[in-house]
């Protein structure tokens, strides 16, 4: 069964209590359905990387979803040399937007990505995440909490 990652958001469903949690557990019922199974790991930017097993169906039918980032490979040893430096530069980006400086980036990864592979950049994005917390007058997340450790790419990647 094919295998793909995303960077998905996290939602809130009202009720009591509130609760934060993975989009992903939206298309949970399609995936266990095919026989797959899905797990993620929490990063900086309110986002989730994620593995997901499931129908090509399945996995084409995440990928159209508002929010949600198909990753353009799907091995942690695959290397990026061979993406265009358009799509290079999307995910440098997207590590940008969820809050890692550029220069910390440069700094880890290089230029423009073209030395590295998939599970580098996913391990570098997994190396930290912020505390959210509840904000009541806001009715909103806040992600303004300490830094806290992530769960392991390697882990996300053996679970599924």
Not at 136 to 146: A, E, M, N
Request: glycine share 6%; net charge positive; charged share 25%.
């Amino acid at each position: 069964m094919p295998v793909a990652w995303f960077l998905c958001p996290y939602a809130i469903r009202l009720g009591r209590p509130n609760f934060r949690y993975c989009q992903m557990d939206d298309f949970t019922a399609m995936i266990r359905a095919d026989g797959g199974d899905w797990h993620e790991t929490e990063v900086l930017g309110n986002r989730a990387i994620v593995k997901v097993r499931a129908s090509l169906a399945t996995l084409q039918a995440i990928t159209g979803t508002a929010g949600f980032r198909r990753l353009p490979k799907d091995r942690l040893d695959e290397s990026l040399s061979d993406l265009s430096p358009a799509v290079r530069r999307g995910i440098r980006d997207e590590l940008e937007t969820m809050g890692y400086p550029l220069a910390e980036i440069q700094a880890q990864l290089g230029n423009n990505l073209d030395a590295v592979t998939l599970g580098t950049v996913l391990r570098f994005a997994t190396t930290r995440r912020r505390k959210p917390r509840w904000d009541v007058i806001t009715q909103s997340i806040v992600l303004d909490g300490p830094v806290q450790a992530c769960r392991s790419v390697e882990s996300v990647d053996r679970a599924v």
